[in-house]
């Protein structure tokens, strides 16, 4: 893995898409998952623990979500609607015992619609939210379902839990929990879906931060599996009989800006400026190919790319002429800080890429210090906010997107209500126009209609310059070719289950 941790292990993981990938739907499982059996198309929502759902007709805030019978935790206690609302309590209720400050930062963001919830019957529960939101089974899909019966036995304490975890996926964590350098998952051969009963004996996790080291575990065959080889080794992997797997899936690499009162970012003729200063092919050659340049916040040709009339072209002396109009230059720079992660989840190579993103924008008079943090604190600070003391003044955080469905995109991003602590708009965006069209796109159930809206948000993301809008990732990873099996879904998280690995 490229995380410098093992994943929070209780439910809700840590580490972002990543530990979201490797601890969170190995040993648990959402009311609502991701179809990740193709390559070949995009990923769609299927049923998982909720075997339906349903939006009342008359009142757009009730959701009916009829549960999976004869499901069974880890520690083998039945999943049931109170184990659902349980959970919830979990993220939400501050005064139920089994509220847990680490797995509430995780998750109590990714559901900001939920209002209230509650039992109807053992196999069936209501979930309201606070106004009409087309968009709640998407929130759902990251919520991690753990066993109630398991934090009871091992004495209410989330520590415990955390050596020896009971979920309903089909790998469990029993042993071999070393934090910082390994975990050891084992297939759960009672798993509910019977075709995803991992094939293996073992998946072993092991945090591996650095590329190069990861390369030479392959090598040495210390691990079979690294994700994101550094780029200048693909070629000689690919020579010496490793596979390099890649897809495209739903990733951006950005810059998101504060603006709160004081930022540069507040100009858009700077936010411009420092988007045509970024040579997008010449990353793309940085990374060996290995990425898509960026045309908006979104990959070009998806559904909701839109029309956008500012185009992300390469051009320094527009570039510099914008930063002139705004009082700048390279005779009298705009000085200011950057958060930078050192690896993480979708962060491809962040120290190189932004060593090379610095040095253009030095030629247009923007002159960037960065605050270089371990990935998970970058995550940390991200949650608390541009104005939080943690952010050290810095006036953009690089961070990786995932960017599948509506409200991960681009609503928990930039909607005025939705800044911390309520939610993750970092930087503390707010635009009475992007809300009304955030409000619309929760108002439209029908699921082409909501591309139209979400076209005309992409345009605004773009044509505002809201971000330093850099690249896509395509998601590489290397393995020896005895391992068989994968399918790399278009998608940050991938079915393990179907993988052998030949003698």
Same mark, same amino acid.
């Not at 893995?1 to 840590?14: E, H, K, N, V």
């Not at 972002?16 to 193709?38: A, K």
């Not at 810095?394 to 930039?414: E, L």
């Not at 970092?426 to 909501?450: I, P």
């Given at each position: 893995?490229?995380? *410098?941790?093992?994943?929070?292990?209780?439910?809700?993981?840590?580490q972002?898409?990543?530990?979201?990938?490797?601890?969170?739907? %190995?040993?648990?499982? =959402?009311? #609502?998952?991701? !179809?990740?059996?193709?390559a070949?198309?995009?990923?769609?929502?299927?049923?998982?623990?909720?075997?339906?759902?349903?939006?009342?007709?008359?009142?757009?805030?009730?959701?009916?979500?009829?549960?999976?019978?004869?499901?069974?935790?880890?520690?083998?206690?039945?999943?049931?609607?109170?184990?659902?609302?349980?959970?919830?309590?979990?993220?939400?209720?501050?005064?139920?015992?089994?509220?847990d400050?680490?797995?509430?930062?995780?998750?109590?963001?990714?559901?900001?619609a939920?209002a209230?919830?509650k039992?109807?019957?053992?196999?069936? #529960?209501?979930?309201?939210?606070?106004?009409?939101d087309?968009?709640?089974?998407?929130?759902?899909?990251?919520?991690?379902?753990?066993?109630?019966?398991?934090?009871?036995?091992?004495?209410?304490?989330?520590d415990?839990?955390?050596?020896?975890?009971?979920?309903?996926?089909?790998?469990?964590?029993?042993?071999?929990?070393?934090?910082?350098?390994?975990?050891?998952?084992?297939?759960?051969?009672?798993?509910?879906?019977?075709?995803r009963?991992?094939?293996? !004996?073992?998946l072993?996790?092991?945090?591996?931060p650095?590329?190069?080291t990861?390369?030479?575990?392959?090598?040495?065959?210390?691990?079979?599996?690294?994700?994101?080889?550094?780029?200048? *080794?693909?070629?000689?992997?690919?020579?010496?009989?490793?596979?390099?797997?890649?897809?495209?899936?739903?990733?951006?690499? %950005?810059?998101?800006?504060?603006?709160?009162?004081? =930022?540069?970012?507040?100009?858009?003729?700077?936010?411009?400026?420092?988007?045509?200063?970024?040579?997008?092919?010449?990353?793309?050659?940085?990374?060996? &190919?290995?990425?898509?340049?960026?045309?908006?916040?979104?990959?070009?040709?998806?559904?909701?790319?839109g029309?956008?009339?500012?185009?992300?072209?390469?051009?320094?002396?527009?570039?510099?002429?914008?930063?002139?109009?705004? &009082?700048?230059?390279?005779?009298?720079?705009?000085?200011?800080?950057?958060?930078?992660?050192?690896?993480?989840?979708?962060?491809?190579?962040?120290?190189?890429m932004?060593?090379?993103?610095?040095?253009?924008?030095a030629?247009?008079?923007?002159?960037?210090?960065?605050?270089?943090?371990?990935?998970? %604190?970058?995550?940390?600070?991200?949650?608390?906010g541009?104005?939080?003391?943690?952010?050290?003044?810095?006036?953009? #955080?690089?961070?990786?997107?995932?960017?599948?469905?509506?409200?991960?995109?681009?609503?928990?991003?930039?909607?005025? *209500?939705?800044?911390?602590?309520?939610?993750?708009?970092?930087?503390?965006?707010?635009?009475?126009?992007?809300?009304?069209?955030?409000?619309?796109?929760?108002?439209?159930?029908?699921?082409?209609?909501? !591309?139209?809206?979400?076209?005309?948000?992409?345009?605004?993301?773009?044509?505002?310059?809201?971000?330093?809008m850099? %690249?896509?990732d395509?998601?590489?990873?290397?393995?020896?070719?005895?391992v068989?099996?994968?399918?790399?879904?278009?998608?940050?998280?991938?079915?393990?289950?179907?993988?052998?690995?030949?003698?």
């Open positions: 893995m490229t995380a *410098s941790d093992i994943p929070l292990t209780t439910g809700q993981t840590d972002g898409g990543e530990g979201q990938r490797f601890m969170g739907y %190995t040993v648990y499982n =959402s009311l #609502v998952e991701w !179809d990740l059996s193709s070949d198309k995009p990923s769609a929502l299927i049923p998982s623990l909720a075997t339906s759902w349903q939006v009342d007709d008359t009142d757009k805030t009730k959701w009916i979500f009829k549960l999976r019978d004869g499901v069974k935790f880890h520690d083998g206690s039945s999943f049931d609607a109170d184990a659902v609302v349980w959970n919830l309590d979990k993220l939400l209720n501050q005064e139920a015992p089994q509220f400050k680490r797995q509430a930062a995780q998750g109590k963001s990714r559901i900001p939920v209230s919830y039992v109807i019957d053992p196999l069936t #529960v209501e979930i309201t939210t606070k106004t009409p087309a968009t709640l089974p998407y929130q759902l899909s990251w919520i991690l379902l753990s066993s109630p019966a398991n934090w009871e036995k091992l004495g209410k304490n989330w415990a839990v955390a050596q020896k975890p009971s979920g309903t996926g089909p790998w469990k964590l029993e042993s071999g929990f070393i934090p910082r350098e390994r975990a050891e998952l084992t297939p759960n051969k009672e798993y509910w879906d019977q075709a009963i991992p094939k293996l !004996d073992k072993v996790l092991i945090p591996l650095e590329p190069n990861r390369v030479a575990a392959l090598r040495s065959g210390q691990v079979d599996w690294i994700e994101a080889p550094a780029p200048d *080794s693909v070629a000689s992997l690919k020579e010496a009989g490793f596979k390099i797997i890649t897809n495209s899936y739903p990733h951006n690499w %950005t810059w998101h800006f504060s603006r709160i009162e004081g =930022s540069p970012w507040n100009d858009i003729r700077v936010r411009k400026a420092a988007n045509l200063a970024v040579d997008r092919e010449g990353i793309n050659e940085l990374l060996g &190919g290995l990425s898509i340049p960026a045309q908006g916040y979104m990959p070009p040709g998806h559904q909701w790319f029309n956008p009339t500012f185009k992300l072209s390469y051009n320094v002396e527009e570039a510099k002429k914008l930063m002139a109009e705004a &009082g700048f230059g390279p005779d009298k720079p705009l000085k200011t800080k950057v958060i930078i992660s050192s690896s993480g989840s979708g962060q491809m190579l962040p120290l190189a932004n060593e090379y993103i610095q040095q253009t924008l030629e247009i008079g923007i002159d960037v210090e960065y605050e270089v943090m371990d990935w998970n %604190t970058v995550i940390n600070v991200w949650r608390a541009a104005k939080d003391p943690s952010a050290k003044g810095a006036t953009a #955080v690089n961070y990786s997107y995932f960017i599948q469905d509506p409200f991960t995109a681009m609503i928990r991003q930039s909607q005025c *209500s939705l800044a911390p602590p309520t939610g993750t708009n970092w930087g503390y965006y707010c635009d009475k126009d992007m809300d009304a069209l955030f409000d619309k796109v929760r108002n439209t159930f029908d699921a082409a209609e909501q !591309d139209k809206v979400m076209q005309k948000i992409h345009e605004k993301y773009v044509d505002d310059a809201l971000f330093l850099v %690249t896509h395509v998601n590489p990873r290397a393995m020896t070719n005895k068989k099996g994968f399918v790399q879904a278009q998608n940050w998280f991938q079915d393990f289950s179907p993988v052998t690995v030949e003698p």
